[in-house]
């Protein structure tokens, strides 16, 4: 018995050690960290709640006051100011580095002695009729000095003097209607077209090819008017002495018109200016509509379409030059302003991501402003703002998220995107490899109706996902999400129920990372509602009476809906930078192609016998578009099945989804624009405000209308449609297992 | 005592406790698999010391043989059957997965029932000398049938008639010379060349420039005749009635003539011929050295400078036209050749890299023959094939790469490096995500005195650190390595003392991988001594007597040297695939990068008054490198600090090293050469054989000799000058760390 208990107590010891052994084993099996990513999914959960309760409405009305009270025009010494002062700040916030980059760029400025006008001058050349030098100023800021007065930026210095043509909106459709239905030639003629509907820019260069020698565009209460309100400062109308400034540049996503292709530093070639990039060689000139009267009300020729009527009180007769009573009086443009190569000023912040420190999501927007900029763009900086300040917040608390986050505050957009571009152009290597999104931030508000998303359709999903954990911030809508806000007031289309979601165009600095370079990228704001509101933009869209005050008194009095924007542009880059697998989308790309093929096919069906007679079809980019879709859908059921816990397999995954933009982008660029290269999203040629989907094929389909060689126009047609097809495809291919 | 015993007991097995937990928990800890990289470094380091061994000669031997038996043009039924052959045998070897890839490109055949051929006719217009239609077959091939006579592929069709007038080697400095010191007009004329010095296509191109209606290209016993050495079957020499065969295309890069920047597909959109990338507007014509004395021999016109002078028993007067005795006879071209859009295949075999599939390592070389093949590229494919052989049994052996690896056997190559460029095109945006490096295997003997070696800089070390590796082939070496045997033969230079590697040009399959997309690159074959042996390529190249039996009796009778160049290329393969830190040093990179600057700008320096005047200064370029080299030794050291462990800081460091190659393309491309996008490597734009560094400001400063406009001939190299700066500097950039 003895031998046996001690037998038996041995026994007993061996299974103690070996449960002990055992044990341990288990404890440190579990104690190495091997990124365990269910934990750091509920800690990620939890940092995004406290994250979207940080923005505050009432930090984001100081930041929108603290940097609207002077104006900071691009290359102005306030306009650095700012950026000091945001540098600072970012760096009080707590980000990992904030620097500022500078670039030398061609801006334009107007001559502070000899100021830009336009006049109507008698036969004897006196000057009868002058319009105005400069905006009405508004109340309380009377005393504020570099106000630049309204101008069109590098346009051609010069005195044309001539008759009018009135054009409409300087559209290619308009003046093609003026050339073939009315058989009015502008040669050698000034025209005059109404702001609106398409981007400035291609109003211009429009102009141009139809051989006018100078062009005034203004403002018509039909375009810029909302009905039943006061303009400012009693509502948030424009004044009749308000005008719009803005570039008239066609650059076509180059950047400076100096150095396209390359960053404008201190060793870079620059082009001679007359070689510049997209600098229009007439001159150019924006007027308010009560300017816009006296030119207009004396002109002859014949009565214009119904279409072409605004909401003036004048006939909006086309000319050319005025009735008989005036025939010897002419118009004049006197225009001295100045291109010159200016120093401009990014800010660059950054958050060092804690696994993945070289996978980037960007969130970024403009600082410089035509005046004060209380709409555009510092209701988007003071979100941006706002947003590096929770984050600040975060990162104190502990929060380290797994990829890195670059805040840019970028400047000279005004000028044709300058900043954002070049800092693309200097940093294409590392964007092309590392850039997981980029959210851009131009102005916040421009609508007191609802949210507007534009973005990539990969983003699709993480928008709904998101704002379904945000509140709508609408009077009278507690406990409504501003998903459910949203999508009551704005529903896809009959066969969709979500809320809208539209393509992105251009018009601001996302332009270079997603068209160039082909980086999935997405924006948000607050808009009007577009069935019932039909002006343009917003109507004190870049006059001087874009102040603080309009925002606080009419757009947004609690800032909530800034708020709101703020909770959406920062948790999408919350969602990006910390969310273990890519919150991307590839099926959603999918339904996208497949609906923008359909629509492109059924826009060419427009010509049936030439479809036929050229052997045009559609048919390889339906079965690209199918191929895609199998892809997609094969994609995401193998992305359920990973091991999570295996940070190559989560890493080779997310860089596909990653590259899955990237993979639309033609290095050869759309015909004739060799820095707008993707393939599914750019504007078209002729107005870079809309973003078409397969521009190529839409342009090549636009120019049929206009073509005197139909066989050669047709071949283009097949050529971008096998373009398109083949990029479809090669994109379908990143989805499949690689290897 | 007795309690205190007890306690003593207890605190003892407390201990005992305590270590078996720690014990246990140490091991747990240990045995967690997180890709541990010592014991893996160890068992990578026996597969290639295995891999190694496998290479066998006479395996080499049988695959030479068993590819060389019959002529197997790109689009014949014999190259298809090669290609099936392959897949078979790869598949049987054990690779993961081996497909055809096929492409419809545009090939060039002579019309069988109408020759090429060259006349002289008398004033009667009698065909007084033809030149022989076909060369005399060799031994043993006599029943062959499908050989297809010596011609210049997608020459243009004609029978030109007129005076030829002789122009050296063509070569852009002999048509000066010729024009401007001999005053000599070629407009009209047909021109005679040698070939040599240069791609002949540049050739043809440079005739065309300078007017001449057809242009006949000659072997010369100078450039192809080594002393001492009998022509073929008793020797390696060229027989008088042998010729070169070869495409005469200027494409710069551009692939299917028909289909730039996409790949050839079904539904791919063609140009149409007349406006195919590259193709020559005149007729073109090999001979032989035999056919073209009767040529060469009447000429008048001035005697040659001596450089001028071939090795043929005639005066080599550069005409236009024959002595006064001959003057009424002219030489007419008979040229009847086809251009057809024709099937090709690539044949694709991979293996599935076990930790990072998405990561590609690609072993290519090209299958076509312009007959037999034996040593272009036969000596080449044969080496492939016995790579993929010994790979499978080390698969076998369970093997199992870190990365992917691709190996194909490319077809069209001689068409211009059709079937390469054509896959790269379909695959390119995978390709510029996820290859890390490409490896070409084209012929792989072109002489039995030593190894040659081109490559990208960051693969130097790897080249250096592998040929210690292999033994030397060569008898009387034995226990000398390759390295060693190399080094002795071919010392860099005196001021660096290792074996020399040069620059990659072009002229083979590496060609869109390297110089369109950026991907590491390298190739290795066996070569002559260049100091002593002065003639072009090898004398055979591209005629009938490249067979099995010119290497097996001349060039590698053991074929031990075809083992080594095996066990070059394999041996890379297996590095690049396998390490777990990637074998590419950016700190060579910098190396090269101050070479390079050095000797442009001492190239410059011929010019100073204009480098003072037009204020041409390579004062960036040379801080640009310096940011690199900085850059580059911070790089290595850090990666020698990470923790090899965590296999997301390896990735990370990997990625850098990967894409270091791509961060040297400009997607605007080299100055008219939109496919070559390399700013460090590319060939001239005036002979594609040869890489050039920094080949942008290389062709600016070589059209400063020949510009009408000097200002703006040295704002171009400045532009250039600009760009390589800035391309230098965001290389730098991406090595510096993420974020």
């Given at each position: 018995m003895r031998k046996e208990s001690r037998l038996l107590r041995t026994i007993g010891q061996a299974l103690v050690v070996t449960a002990l052994f055992f044990l341990g084993f288990i404890i440190g099996w579990f104690a190495k960290n091997t990124n365990q990513p269910s934990a750091d999914k509920d800690a990620s959960n939890k940092y995004l709640r406290e994250f979207l309760v940080e923005f505050q409405p009432d930090q984001i009305r100081d930041h929108l006051r603290k940097f609207t009270q002077l104006p900071h025009l691009a290359g102005s010494e306030q306009n650095l100011k700012y950026a000091e002062q945001i540098q600072s700040e970012w760096q009080e916030f707590g980000l990992d580095s904030v620097e500022m980059v500078p670039y030398d760029v061609l801006l334009s400025y107007p001559n502070k002695s000899q100021p830009n006008y336009i006049s109507i001058v008698d036969r004897l050349g006196s000057e009868v009729f002058n319009t105005s030098l400069a905006e009405p100023v508004p109340q309380g800021y009377e005393d504020v000095s570099d106000i630049v007065p309204p101008y069109s930026a590098y346009s051609a210095k010069g005195q044309p003097e001539g008759d009018l043509v009135y054009v409409n909106y300087g559209r290619t459709e308009d003046f093609f209607q003026l050339q073939r239905e009315m058989g009015i030639n502008v040669t050698g003629k000034i025209v005059i077209v109404r702001y609106g509907r398409i981007f400035r820019g291609n109003k211009v260069k429009n102009a141009m090819s139809a051989g006018a020698k100078g062009i005034i565009m203004f403002s018509d209460p039909a375009d810029y008017w909302a009905a039943g309100v006061q303009p400012y400062p009693d509502g948030w109308n424009l004044p009749g002495g308000g005008a719009q400034r803005g570039n008239v540049l066609s650059l076509n996503g180059a950047g400076d018109p100096l150095t396209p292709g390359y960053p404008a530093k201190e060793y870079t070639f620059r082009l001679d200016t007359e070689d510049g990039i997209g600098l229009p060689s007439i001159p150019v000139h924006p007027i308010g509509f009560h300017d816009a009267v006296p030119l207009l009300q004396n002109m002859g020729g014949p009565i214009p379409p119904n279409n072409w009527k605004g909401g003036l009180n004048v006939s909006y007769r086309i000319g050319p030059g005025f009735t008989e009573e005036f025939r010897t009086q002419k118009v004049r443009m006197n225009i001295h302003t100045n291109n010159q190569v200016t120093r401009i000023y990014n800010v660059i912040g950054r958050i060092r991501g804690a696994l993945e420190p070289d996978r980037y999501v960007i969130l970024g927007g403009h600082r410089d402003a035509w005046v004060f900029g209380g709409i555009d763009p510092m209701s988007g900086a003071a979100v941006v703002h706002e947003t590096v300040r929770s984050a600040g917040k975060l990162l104190s608390k502990g929060w380290n998220p797994q990829r890195s986050v670059i805040f840019a505050s970028w400047d000279a957009e005004e000028f044709g995107l300058l900043g954002s571009t070049e800092w693309a152009e200097d940093n294409a290597k590392v964007l092309q490899e590392r850039a997981v999104a980029y959210i851009n931030a131009d102005s916040a508000i421009e609508g007191m109706y609802t949210l507007r998303v534009d973005c990539t359709p990969?983003?699709?999903?993480?928008?709904?996902?998101?704002?379904?954990?945000?509140?709508?911030?609408?009077?009278?809508?507690?406990?409504?999400?501003?998903?459910?806000?949203?999508?009551?007031?704005?529903?896809?289309?009959?066969?969709?129920?979500?809320?809208?979601?539209?393509?992105?165009?251009?018009?601001?600095?996302?332009?270079?990372?997603?068209?160039?370079?082909?980086?999935?990228?997405?924006?948000?704001?607050?808009?009007?509602?577009?069935?019932?509101?039909?002006?343009?933009?917003?109507?004190?869209?870049?006059?001087?009476?874009?102040?603080?005050?309009?925002?606080?008194?009419?757009?947004?009095?609690?800032?909530?809906?800034?708020?709101?924007?703020?909770?959406?542009?920062?948790?999408?880059?919350?969602?990006?930078?910390?969310?273990?697998?890519?919150?991307?989308?590839?099926?959603?790309?999918?339904?996208?192609?497949?609906?923008?093929?359909?629509?492109?096919?059924?826009?060419?069906?427009?010509?049936?016998?030439?479809?036929?007679?050229?052997?045009?079809?559609?048919?390889?980019?339906?079965?690209?578009?199918?191929?895609?879709?199998?892809?997609?859908?094969?994609?995401?059921?193998?992305?359920?099945?990973?091991?999570?816990?295996?940070?190559?397999?989560?890493?080779?995954?997310?860089?596909?989804?990653?590259?899955?933009?990237?993979?639309?982008?033609?290095?050869?660029?759309?015909?004739?624009?060799?820095?707008?290269?993707?393939?599914?999203?750019?504007?078209?040629?002729?107005?870079?405000?809309?973003?078409?989907?397969?521009?190529?094929?839409?342009?090549?389909?636009?120019?049929?209308?206009?073509?005197?060689?139909?066989?050669?126009?047709?071949?283009?047609?097949?050529r971008q449609i096998s373009i398109a097809a083949f990029t479809v495809n090669a994109a379908a291919m990143t989805l499949t297992p690689p290897a």
């Open positions: 990969s983003l699709h999903t993480v928008v709904y996902d998101l704002t379904k954990q945000i509140a709508s911030p609408e009077e009278g809508e507690e406990g409504l999400s501003l998903y459910e806000s949203w999508h009551k007031r704005d529903n896809w289309t009959d066969d969709r129920d979500a809320p809208r979601i539209s393509k992105l165009g251009s018009g601001s600095d996302f332009e270079a990372y997603f068209i160039r370079l082909g980086i999935a990228a997405g924006r948000a704001r607050y808009t009007k509602n577009k069935k019932t509101e039909r002006y343009s933009s917003y109507p004190v869209y870049h006059s001087v009476y874009e102040t603080f005050e309009i925002v606080e008194k009419f757009y947004d009095p609690t800032f909530r809906r800034l708020q709101a924007v703020a909770q959406v542009r920062g948790g999408l880059i919350f969602l990006l930078a910390d969310s273990q697998v890519l919150p991307l989308s590839a099926s959603q790309y999918a339904v996208s192609l497949k609906k923008y093929a359909q629509s492109i096919a059924q826009l060419a069906q427009k010509h049936p016998q030439e479809m036929e007679r050229f052997g045009v079809s559609f048919d390889f980019l339906f079965s690209a578009v199918e191929n895609f879709t199998l892809a997609a859908t094969d994609f995401h059921k193998r992305l359920e099945t990973i091991n999570t816990a295996d940070p190559l397999q989560v890493r080779v995954m997310n860089d596909q989804l990653m590259y899955l933009e990237r993979a639309f982008i033609d290095p050869l660029g759309l015909p004739g624009r060799p820095f707008y290269r993707h393939v599914i999203f750019a504007p078209s040629s002729h107005n870079k405000y809309a973003g078409e989907s397969f521009p190529g094929i839409y342009d090549a389909l636009f120019d049929i209308e206009n073509s005197s060689d139909p066989q050669e126009s047709w071949k283009e047609v097949k």
